[in-house]
């Protein structure tokens, strides 16, 4: 597994924009598929997004599409999520995830690494 920690969450009011990293470290990164998971209360786990082992081809929700875009640095072992247009709708948890695969599944079960999660909180 690699180990993941989120950064980058925070209060924000409707409209506005916050960039997500998640930095790994352990394994080899770049032999990671990678996504990013939400949660809000009293929700399901649900896909936001995940990128390809060399960031091409990025699958979205399409609660997200338009607004949020993923990508990654493998120099870096970072992977980023910049989410713009905010709404109160996005607030929830954010979780990083990785799985050791080469193609984007949007299910959770798939990824065996996941950091500890970032709060995203957005005011009406």
């Known amino acids: 597994q690699v180990q993941l920690v989120e950064s980058g969450g925070g209060l924000v009011q409707t409209g506005g924009s916050l960039t997500l990293s998640c930095a790994a470290s352990?394994?080899?990164?770049?032999?990671?598929?990678m996504g990013w998971f939400r949660q809000a209360p009293g929700k399901e786990r649900e896909f936001v997004t995940g990128?390809?082992?060399?960031?091409?081809?990025?699958s979205y929700a399409d609660s997200v599409k338009g607004r949020f875009t993923i990508s990654r640095d493998n120099a870096k072992n970072t992977v980023y999520l910049q989410m713009n247009s905010l709404k109160p709708e996005d607030t929830a948890v954010y979780y990083c995830?990785?799985?050791?695969?080469?193609?984007?599944?949007?299910?959770?079960?798939?990824?065996?690494?996941w950091g500890q999660g970032t709060q995203v909180t957005v005011s009406s």
């Open positions: 995830a990785g799985g050791l695969m080469v193609l984007v599944f949007t299910t959770a079960a798939r990824y065996d690494s």
């Open positions: 352990g394994r080899t990164f770049s032999a990671y598929v």
């Open positions: 990128i390809s082992l060399n960031g091409g081809r990025p």
